[in-house]
T-cell receptor
Framework: GAVVSQHPSRVICKSGTSVKIECRSL??????MFWYRQFPKQSLMLMAT?????????EQGVEKDKFLINHASLTLSTLTVTSAHPEDSSFYIC?????????FGSGTRLTVV | AQTVTQSQPEMSVQEAETVTLSCTYD???????LFWYKQPPSRQMILVIR??????QNATENRFSVNFQKAAKSFSLKISDSQLGDTAMYFC????????????FGTGTRLQVTL
């Protein structure tokens, strides 16, 4: 089945630094990638939708300059958290649509200290 | 905009018993998809079952089945012969047709399967 590989699974960074999260579709081409954020014991909140070769579409309230999304190819989408702060600590998940539904990456737990 | 409501924050069921998780949604679309996803402690999102709105027949996947009531906008998940490995968060989700359509998730139901 369709697999989305997400890396890193865990990352700890210092406040003020930037962190890049990668999502790769391994056996299919992902024209669209969705990026979610999940706080403990809460649901997934859609942050943005990335489309290959074009600018990402951000949900209301999500800072474009803080959460940079790049979808340079049909198999790779990246989320960069810039100038990270402790409040950016969260679980980030990517997802791509396939013919069978939506497949998710395994998630990235970001901790900003 | 679509909304998805899961009114049961937590549920518990004994092993081998049957449990039903509720989900209601609101949309003005006629054709769409509904999903149930499982999120175990590993936090990997796993597709449990999918229903296409234009299909009247309820979807089934082994021990998992749905009761899809389109007019009532209800989409409940029944888990039969519950197993300890079913312990997880379960999210109901709505999606328009097309792989570029985003999913709208409910708030989730935490299911605990006990001995």
């Amino acid at each position: 089945g369709a697999v989305v590989s997400q890396h890193p699974s865990r990352v700890i960074c210092k406040s003020g630094t930037s962190v890049k999260i990668e999502c790769r579709s391994l056996d299919f081409q992902a024209t669209t990638m969705f990026w979610y954020r999940q706080f403990p014991k809460q649901s997934l909140m859609l942050m943005a939708t990335s489309n290959e070769g074009s600018k990402a579409t951000y949900e209301q309230g999500v800072e474009k300059d803080k959460f940079l999304i790049n979808h340079a190819s049909l198999t790779l989408s990246t989320l960069t958290v810039t100038s990270a702060h402790p409040e950016d600590s969260s679980f980030y998940i990517c997802s791509a649509g396939t013919d069978y539904g939506y497949t998710f990456g395994s998630g990235t737990r970001l901790t900003v200290v | 905009a679509q909304t998805v409501t899961q009114s049961q924050p937590e549920m518990s069921v004994q092993e081998a018993e049957t449990v039903t998780l509720s989900c209601t949604y609101d949309t003005s679309e006629n054709n769409y998809y509904l999903f149930w996803y499982k999120q175990p402690p590993s936090r990997q999102m796993i597709l449990v079952i999918r229903q296409e709105a234009y299909k009247q027949q309820n979807a089934t996947e082994n021990r998992f089945s749905v009761n899809f009531q389109k007019a009532a906008k209800s989409f409940s998940l029944k888990i039969s012969d519950s197993q300890l490995g079913d312990t997880a968060m379960y999210f109901c989700a709505f999606g328009n047709t097309g792989t570029a359509s985003k999913l709208t998730f409910g708030t989730g139901t935490r299911l605990q399967v006990t001995l």
